[in-house]
């Protein structure tokens, strides 16, 4: 379900997520506002995981974003 979220809303693909993912981990924080742990890869897509590490998006992140959310957020290292 969350890889068919990501594909129709954020036209993401499984291999654009493992591609973001190999390009490395700018930065991890709670979510507090929508129960989740986003993860910014370098590659300027964002993964929002359970806090079982499950996928429940994926999308392509703007500057502004990152910025508020990891300045307001718990950052995780």
Do not use: Q
Not at 7 to 30: P, W
Not at 51 to 68: I, P, Q, T
Request: aromatic share 10%; no cysteine; hydrophobic share 35%.
């Amino acid at each position: 379900p969350a890889l068919i979220h990501t594909f129709r809303k954020h036209h993401l693909t499984a291999m654009d997520i493992h591609k973001a993912m190999n390009s490395g981990i700018k930065a991890a924080v709670e979510d507090s506002k929508n129960n989740s742990i986003l993860v910014f890869t370098n590659s300027k897509i964002a993964l929002a995981l359970t806090k079982e590490n499950h996928l429940k998006s994926a999308f392509y992140y703007k500057h502004h974003y990152y910025v508020s959310k990891t300045t307001k957020e718990k950052r995780i290292e």
